[in-house]
């Protein structure tokens, strides 16, 4: 993944899905009804070419507005596939809104590790 971007984040495998709410394809969980969410994601560290880069990730509703509380960064070195950041939050949503993933490096490219990078959401109230 390059430098200065923020971009959303492919999941490989989905763990659990009963009720469809999350689609692989487009990498987004929609809101099956009105509500407020739980969500929460590890995003783990891989090294592309440098273990100083600066690792962000964030939620983002309906693909634009970042989710309050969700945002955070680890800006110290990384190491290789041990280096980890968790997002946890809460949102009112109405159905139909949408829910993403995503990912920014500074100061050097990277990668998010495909096996151990997660993302959940449910449905608390």
Request: charged content about 15%.
């Amino acid at each position: 993944m390059g430098v200065g971007a923020w971009t959303k984040i492919g999941l490989n495998n989905t763990d659990y899905n009963d009720q469809g709410v999350f689609d692989a394809g487009a990498n987004l969980f929609t809101a099956p009804v009105d509500g407020t969410y739980l969500f929460g994601a590890t995003l783990l560290y891989k090294v592309n070419s440098s273990t100083s880069t600066r690792m962000r990730g964030r939620l983002v509703l309906n693909g634009v507005t970042e989710i309050r509380g969700s945002y955070g960064e680890i800006s110290g070195a990384h190491v290789s596939e041990a280096t980890a950041l968790w997002l946890q939050t809460m949102v009112p949503l109405t159905a139909g809104d949408t829910v993403e993933l995503q990912g920014y490096f500074r100061v050097a490219d990277g990668y998010f590790a495909a096996d151990h990078t997660s993302f959940w959401g449910c449905k608390i109230g």
